[in-house]
């Protein structure tokens, strides 16, 4: 796939899931979250350019770096999302200002480890770019599903 349509898919994604986090919205943690980062996945390791043939430990071990670090971020963005329970016994979540904050702080490493595998001359493949993207979405998602199921009332069974 042209570098141009991954970062495009890259841009939608994000957006979507921005826009989707700010505003409130139950939680339903039967849903197959874990969709998108597969699909996303998917598309990404079937590059077989993944990794730079001409910087092949450069280029994975900007690659791991990459991973680890969304894997992080992952974790914390979970965690900044608001989670509150309605009489209903329904969960809900909201990003917060600290949702946005973790977004920020996730772009700017990802623009560090691209200047960096800049100044080593590695070859990057936007498709690292959805793979890490899948990483983050998994490992948020996750979080928010655990915290949310750790909120849940377990429904009593008449007799």
Do not use: C
């Not at 598309?43 to 900007?62: G, T, W």
């Not at 936007?126 to 009332?153: F, H, T």
């Amino acid at each position: 796939m042209p570098a141009l349509a991954n970062v495009l898919i890259a841009v939608a994604a994000i957006a979507l899931v921005i826009s989707r986090q700010l505003r409130a919205r139950r939680i339903d943690t039967e849903r197959r979250f874990w969709i998108l980062p597969v699909v996303l996945a998917v598309v990404a390791l079937r590059d077989p350019r993944l990794v730079d043939p001409a910087h092949r430990a450069e280029s994975a071990a900007l690659l791991a770096a990459s991973i680890v670090a969304v894997l992080a971020m992952g974790s914390v963005w979970g965690w900044t999302v608001r989670l509150w329970q309605e009489g209903d016994g329904s969960v809900w979540a909201k990003g917060t200002k600290a949702t946005v904050a973790a977004w920020g702080v996730m772009i700017a490493v990802r623009l560090g480890l691209y200047g960096i595998g800049a100044a080593l001359h590695v070859h990057q493949s936007s498709n690292a770019l959805l793979l890490s993207l899948g990483a983050l979405l998994l490992v948020r998602g996750v979080v928010v599903n655990w915290r949310a199921r750790s909120l849940e009332q377990p429904h009593a069974v008449g007799v």
